[in-house]
């Protein structure tokens, strides 16, 4: 199946510092989502993006919807211990009348104390 | 946010038995459900999207005889694996979009198929 290209794989980060992750895709996309997901649980919504070049806070997180419509980023500040776990993006393809999102490969993020 | 309900949370069935996994929008209506499966350590991967009082729609290479879809209602949807097998063994999530201005995308909080 189609999946977006996201990256870092993973990283391990000390408690405090900022984050950024991004995702890149040959496709343009209509809307761009990020998630978060801890282990056994669905993913949960932290930001939701809807045009080219929208900048959109959710406490510390921060993400961007590129220029392009083919990448989106997210950073997160000041990082906690209960900031670890696997991050999302998903895009929504334009495609008429399939609503369908793809998702990223994916951000493992572990947070040292 | 939205409520999506997805039920069981873990199941254990023998090899050839079929399972029923519930999706449920708790709080609105969703016309349109989708449904996932993750493997350990990998991304999402969508199987199909679910459309109410219509046939679902199958990414290519999932089974339509092996995963039943069905969306009769517009808060309920349903994945049935049939005749399991060990290979069917997965996380599944379903999410369901929410209409508006601005759509999201919510998800339910899985369930883990381990097929004996």
């Known amino acids: 199946g189609q999946q977006l290209n996201q990256s870092p794989q993973s990283m391990f980060i000390q408690e405090g510092e900022d984050v950024s992750m991004n995702c890149t895709s040959s496709?343009?996309?209509?809307?761009w989502l990020w998630y978060k997901q801890d282990p056994g649980e669905g993913p949960v919504l932290l930001i939701a993006?809807?045009?080219?070049?929208e900048l959109t806070s959710n406490g510390r997180l921060t993400a961007q919807f590129g220029i392009t419509r083919k990448d989106s980023f997210l950073n997160i500040s000041a990082s906690i211990p209960s900031d670890v776990g696997i991050y999302f993006c998903?895009?929504?393809?334009?495609?008429?009348?399939?609503?369908?999102?793809?998702f990223g490969t994916g951000t493992r993020l572990k947070v040292l104390a | 946010g939205a409520v999506v309900s997805q039920h069981p949370s873990r199941v254990i069935c023998k090899s050839g038995t079929s399972v029923k996994i519930e999706c449920r929008s708790l709080?609105?209506?969703?016309?349109?459900m989708f449904w996932y499966r993750q493997f350990p350590k990998q991304s999402l991967m969508l199987m199909a999207t679910?459309?109410?009082?219509?046939?679902?729609?199958?990414e290519q290479g999932v089974e339509k005889d092996k995963f039943l879809i069905n969306h009769a209602s517009l808060t309920l949807s349903t994945l049935t694996v049939t005749s399991a097998h060990p290979e069917d063994s997965s996380f599944y999530i379903c999410?369901?979009?929410?209409?508006?201005?601005?759509?999201?995308?919510?998800f339910g909080s899985g369930t883990q198929l381990s097929v004996l």
């Open positions: 999410s369901a979009r929410v209409l508006g201005t601005n759509e999201k995308l919510f």
């Open positions: 496709s343009i996309f209509n809307t």
């Open positions: 993006l809807y045009k080219a070049g």
């Open positions: 998903a895009g929504q393809l334009p495609t008429s009348g399939t609503y369908k999102y793809i």
């Open positions: 709080d609105f209506q969703a016309t349109t």
């Open positions: 679910s459309n109410e009082g219509s046939k679902a729609t199958y």
